[in-house]
């Protein structure tokens, strides 16, 4: 072979090679479009759960209710302040009963003695008046059930309107003597803390504790006695 014709093949063979890295490189080529996104069914919504008010919290709430209509907004909310009052106290007896009680502490725990009784004084006062409300819609019912049968002789016209009254005025009662209830056994469960209060103070703080155990045990005694004569 002679030169010329190896200088031939070499200069084919080294156009085709640049002939394929063009189409190789793109060069009028083209590309497939990409592939669309796989499918994906949409999530159903968390549903976050809604807490139910129990049966208890909304027939306390129909009670608020109603004593707001019996005996206004202004003496309601005074009610439910002193019924917080109440439950907060008990929960600083509780808190500190909790903890050691010392003789140096004696100054401490006598302070919260004192607050627990003016506090159960508090209460007391308010129960009072949620009672004259029950004794209040007591007589309501009363009337409505002499109105009900004067009626009748006069021939009941009136009669189905009395009678829904008469619900209405029943079932406020209920509501109103659940409320009571509850605000007694609130009480009851703060004299109680305080009562254990009172005897940790008498049995942890020394002869100065003893001393104020005795005073106060002789003033309740005297008290009970004024009361029974």
Not at 4 to 12: A, H, M, N, T
Not at 169 to 193: A, F, I, S
Request: aromatic share 4%.
């Amino acid at each position: 072979m002679s030169l010329g014709e190896v200088l031939f093949i070499g200069i084919v063979v080294v156009a085709v090679v640049i002939v394929a890295w063009l189409l190789l490189s793109g060069g009028g080529s083209r590309q497939s479009p990409p592939a669309p996104p796989a499918y994906r069914p949409p999530r159903p919504a968390v549903q976050t759960p809604v807490a139910r008010a129990s049966t208890a919290d909304q027939q306390i709430a129909r009670a608020r209710a109603v004593f707001r209509q019996r005996i206004g907004t202004a003496r309601e909310a005074e009610q439910e302040r002193i019924r917080q009052q109440v439950l907060d106290q008990e929960r600083r007896i509780a808190a500190r009963l909790a903890r050691a009680q010392r003789e140096h502490d004696f100054a401490e725990l006598k302070s919260l003695h004192a607050a627990s009784r003016e506090t159960a004084d508090l209460a007391y006062g308010a129960r009072r008046s949620a009672s004259a409300t029950v004794r209040e819609l007591s007589a309501a019912i009363t009337r409505t059930h002499r109105a009900i049968d004067a009626d009748r002789t006069r021939g009941g016209r009136q009669v189905p309107a009395l009678k829904r009254t008469l619900n209405v005025l029943h079932e406020d009662r209920n509501l109103v003597n659940t409320y009571c209830d509850r605000y007694r056994d609130d009480v009851n469960r703060l004299n109680d803390r305080t009562g254990k209060l009172r005897d940790a103070i008498n049995a942890n703080c020394g002869a100065a504790g003893r001393a104020w155990y005795q005073a106060l045990m002789a003033r309740t005694a005297a008290r009970r006695e004024g009361r029974s004569k």
